[in-house]
């Protein structure tokens, strides 16, 4: 059997006695910060999952994610909410590879998924599962069109989140563009980027640096981050829509490069490339615009990851430097 997390002390009681509990942010863009998760609204954000992105036999689930981290801690409190049995193990790239329980819900990074599926046993345990949340990271295209073919029976659900709004306030099915909101939740976008207000903001406008193009009431097109944008020379650049560029010209993994801007005696800013060992990019891909293509390159033996599994870029770049 694999091995096990345990679950904090204080959490059983906090959770009978309708006590908030304190959660920390992962920390992909900035210091990680506590915040307060109040009992009402987790109870509200566990059973819109269950309304929108659960398509199950069986409400039992895997707890694979680090449990004291949003992710982890909402699948503990939907448990609790729905009533329902969960196995938790300890956090890993191959979570599936010595589970044997009977679980049909899980939620994975896109790392996990990729460490599942590079295995041919764990490979084999996806068919038990019946739906799976992909949060905390981009997927790439590739493993996506690779889930839908070689597994159309689950319900794959990418979604979107932060600490902020109870772990995720959207969802998109794969194969699809559209990110869909849960109940009660209102979208804005402004120069900075998104807004969302629903419950569990308390019903105030929360804003986010996704860029995002609302294609309805209740429905949006990630593209972005505000803060990923760099002004090289003028030219205002994007560095997700630069690296999912490079992602589909390469096929390279989210997790073994990201662009960056660095200081430019000319250009103020200017666009480079940090990557794995290993990884070139080659003189004759063509890029939709010139100014896409990185002035250089650096290579790194690896990367600073938060817990989410998304890349800490300032913190990698500092170490780097």
Known sequence: MPETQPIPDDWTSKWAHNQPFEIHSSGSTGIPKPHILWPQLIRWSAEQTRKHYIQSSSLHQLLALPIEKVGGFMQWARAQTWQSPIDIIAPSANPLLSYTGAAKITSLTPMQIEGILSHPESRKKLLDFESILIGGAPISGEIEE???????????????????????????????????????????????????????????????????????S???VWTGRSDFTINSGGIKIQLETVESEIQKLTGWSPRDFFCWGEPDAVLGQRLVLYAKMGLHLSDDLQFSSRYYRPKHVYHLPDFIYSNSD????????????
């Open 218 to 220: 209740n429905c949006f």
């Open 146 to 216: 690779r889930l839908l073919l070689e597994f159309p029976h689950i319900h794959w659900v990418h979604t979107f989140g932060m600490t902020e709004t109870y772990s995720h306030f959207a969802g998109r099915v794969l194969g699809q563009k559209e990110y869909s909101t849960v109940d009660d939740t209102e979208i804005l976008v402004n120069e900075i980027g998104l807004q969302v207000k629903n419950p569990c903001t308390e019903n105030q406008w929360m804003q986010t640096h996704d860029l995002v193009e609302i294609t309805a």
């Open 310 to 321: 998304k890349i800490v870029r300032a913190k990698t770049v500092e170490a780097f430097l």
